[in-house]
């Protein structure tokens, strides 16, 4: 389990976060969803420590700022929201970084698996450098893959943490990479991940955190948070949620375009 | 370092890095063994089989001269391409050298001050150092310096190498102005000796040398592999490199500590040789690839073959006399660099 308790966060004078207490739970999704600017790649960064924060993150109950940084690696993997790498490494070299911390033998045929699960084997060979934004992203997503190929080690869950896994994704890849996150959680482990678009989120989600403002408004499942009135306080504008009727999908539509004063 | 092997997979280079690896090491022999039977006396080394035979003046040029010459210029030539690399790894730019961080400002700010105001030192620092006064203020330069920038960017336990990188470009101009001054004041004999210091040279190689520098050289040496994977972690940014399992901050310390020592200690014996660090990695890079696992120890090795050519062409070229070994980098080491910077031009982002 993943348990955030009173995660602040001041970048310069402001107050970034207001003190979120959270909890995520292994073989679930949890995804946070919420304006631009109200905080969530701030929590996320605060939850994998990329961010100096108060109150404490305990991760499968191990308060995470008390473990070493390969002792952290061998629990979670950590897709940033964008990724620069200096130098011209090869796609299956990047993706190999990956198992800087591993420990197992058995490794030899992890990268062309984690390669194959975002669709970028044929491109092994390539300069990473040369890739499109999106191969780039699902590269570094099979970076990550790699680190927690094994969603439960020893009866322990691993946790993947997301930033916007699928911003720069054509449709049918952003759903490959849903598709990964639920077969992780499913297989056991616990996923974590930023997202903006709130159809994939409903598609994926287990459990959603809004944010707003700096604050958390609500968390549990999607009917239960993201409500119309809900969505309209977070966001702005209207928003009408529903589901479809053979398979119960959740969506959300816009009720009107923005800019006339809605 | 447990080589990682894909079997099914393309992408690897390291059967290639492995093999430049094996050639550069049957290389760097036939290059010292050039260099030991090459000089200005003309003795060959085929003296060496008539053992007790040996002319006394054959054997004092071999052991006393060309032996120590040949050892420094490996160590010094390793030293420089290997901490030329992992700056570039460490600062995440292939263009970073030793030079920007301060450590070649400091040395050369320290040499500077010893042969323009040597003469005013105490009398007993001069007995005890002797003609060691020069190397072991470039080397007391280094170090100093780059302790103070590294005071400079830490906070609270992390260096930020953007402040370290500027603040080396401070302290490189400060040091150049105290330099200016000193060059100012200094009289026609010590102009002379810091022009040629400063273009580097190894003519002045010697065992003493070699015993004081050396074995820093080599404790930086040795240590730089172990940086292998640090560095390629750091790639991918700090805060990538930490989400995959590195002591961030000990690589960067470590990382700092060896530059520092392998680049004081050659400037301390061998003057200012530029290019060295700039153009050996980037080739191996081209090469063979980024990764650090190989570049750091093949770098090592094309280092000392790059210059122990130089020094065979500085003292060949118009001999009896030599040319400062500097010159002799700059010339072949700068049009090469553009060379190759045009021609891959938009093709990989440097």
Request: proline fraction near 4%.
């Amino acid at each position: 389990m993943l348990v955030a308790e009173d995660i602040r966060v001041v970048l310069g004078k402001a107050a970034v976060l207001h003190g979120i207490t959270a909890e995520a739970h292994a073989g679930e999704v949890t995804v946070i969803v919420g304006p631009n600017g109200s905080g969530k790649t701030t929590l996320l960064r605060a939850l994998t420590g990329d961010v100096g924060f108060r109150g404490r993150v305990r991760l499968n109950g191990r308060d995470c700022s008390e473990l070493q940084a390969w002792e952290l690696a061998a629990l979670r993997g950590v897709l940033p929201q964008a990724s620069a790498l200096a130098f011209p490494f090869t796609v299956a070299e990047v993706v190999r970084l990956g198992l800087t911390a591993a420990v197992h033998a058995d490794r030899g045929d992890l990268v062309a698996r984690a390669l194959a699960a975002v669709d970028m084997l044929g491109f092994a060979a390539r300069l990473y450098q040369e890739l499109s934004g999106g191969q780039q992203a699902r590269v570094q997503l099979a970076r990550v893959l790699v680190q927690v190929w094994e969603p439960v080690v020893d009866g322990v869950p691993r946790w993947l943490f997301l930033d916007e896994p699928v911003a720069s994704l054509d449709i049918a890849h952003q759903l490959d990479v849903i598709g990964l996150m639920r077969g992780f959680a499913e297989r056991g482990g616990g996923v974590v991940s930023v997202l903006h678009d709130l159809n994939l989120t409903a598609m994926v989600a287990d459990r959603v955190w809004l944010m707003d403002q700096g604050r958390l408004t609500g968390q549990g499942s999607v009917t239960q948070v993201l409500t119309d009135e809900a969505l309209e306080r977070a966001y702005g504008c209207r928003l009408r949620v529903g589901c479809l009727p053979p398979a119960g999908g959740w969506f959300a539509l816009p009720q009107a375009v923005g800019g006339q004063g809605t | 370092m447990v080589a990682l092997d894909c079997p099914r997979l393309e992408g690897g280079r390291d059967h290639q890095a492995r093999l430049t690896c094996c050639a550069l090491a049957v290389a760097l022999a036939v290059t010292m063994l050039m260099s030991l039977s090459h000089g200005a006396s003309g003795v060959s080394l085929w003296s060496l089989t008539l053992g007790d035979a040996m002319p006394a003046r054959d054997r004092l040029i071999l052991w006393e001269i060309r032996l120590p010459r040949m050892l420094t210029g490996i160590l010094v030539g390793a030293s420089l391409a290997m901490a030329g690399a992992v700056m570039q790894g460490l600062f995440r730019n292939p263009l970073a050298d030793p030079g920007l961080v301060g450590v070649g400002a400091g040395a050369g700010l320290g040499a500077v001050l010893a042969i323009v105001l040597g003469g005013m030192a105490p009398l007993w620092l001069g007995a005890a150092l002797g003609y060691h006064l020069v190397p072991v203020a470039a080397f007391l330069g280094g170090w100093l310096s780059t302790l103070l920038l590294y005071r400079v960017a830490t906070r609270s336990g992390r260096t930020s190498v953007a402040t370290m990188l500027l603040a080396g470009i401070a302290l490189g101009a400060l040091a150049g102005a105290v330099t200016g001054v000193l060059v100012y004041i200094a009289d026609d004999r010590q102009l002379r000796d810091l022009t040629f210091w400063g273009l580097g040279s190894l003519g002045g190689a010697s065992w003493p040398k070699l015993m004081a520098a050396g074995p820093v050289m080599i404790l930086a040496l040795v240590a730089a592999p172990f940086l292998a994977r640090g560095l390629n972690g750091l790639a991918l940014g700090e805060a990538a490199a930490h989400h995959i399992g590195l002591p961030v901050q000990r690589v960067k310390t470590v990382a700092i500590l060896t530059v520092a020592a392998a680049t004081g200690a050659a400037v301390a014996v061998a003057g200012g040789i530029g290019f060295i660090g700039i153009v050996v990695p980037h080739l191996l890079r081209l090469a063979t690839g980024p990764d650090h696992r190989f570049l750091l120890i093949n770098a090592g090795l094309a280092g000392a073959i790059l210059l122990l050519l130089a020094d065979l062409i500085a003292r060949s070229i118009i001999a009896p006399a030599e040319l400062p070994i500097g010159i002799v980098t700059a010339t072949l080491g700068a049009p090469v660099f553009l060379w190759i910077l045009l021609r891959r031009r938009g093709v990989v982002d440097l």
